[in-house]
Nanobody, 132 residues
Framework: QVQLVESGGGLVQNGASLRLSCVAS????????MGWFRQAPGREREFVAA????????????SVKGRFTISFTISRDNAKRTVFLSMNSLKAEDTAVYYC?????????????????????WGQGTQVTVSS
């Protein structure tokens, strides 16, 4: 069973930086695309960034290109993967609950997912608030 736990959110000022972390466990016997989504008050959840299992393919939403970076590290025992979302030049419109997600892509280790419905597992979310 895949488990995702996010952390790193907080209250920052306009122009500041934050790095979100997502510790993913239970990613066994398959390949997974990993992604970050966000949901602002009164709005639908939207795609932010995604990366494929081996890290060679990355996609960003246009609204965060050039400011956000997705990456990951793998634990020495290969039991956990930590996915990061580094956010720079934050704006008030980046305020949202940020969610980490994992999509089982089977043998397609090169596959990236950008749609919410394509993801199987979700974290509980972490709040990011940018004050103007």
């Amino acid at each position: 069973q895949v488990q995702l736990v996010e952390s790193g959110g907080g209250l920052v000022q306009n122009g500041a930086s934050l790095r979100l972390s997502c510790v993913a466990s239970g990613l066994t016997n398959s390949n997974y695309a990993m992604g970050w989504f966000r949901q602002a008050p009164g709005r639908e959840r939207e795609f932010v960034a995604a990366i494929n299992w081996r890290g060679g393919r990355i996609y960003y939403a246009d609204s965060v290109k050039g400011r956000f970076t997705i990456s990951f590290t793998i634990s020495r025992d290969n039991a956990k993967r930590t996915v990061f979302l580094s956010m720079n030049s934050l704006k008030a419109e980046d305020t949202a609950v940020y969610y980490c997600a994992a999509a089982d892509v089977g043998r397609a280790y090169y596959s990236v997912r950008t749609k919410e419905r394509e993801y199987d597992s979700w974290g509980q979310g972490t709040q990011v608030t940018v004050s103007s």
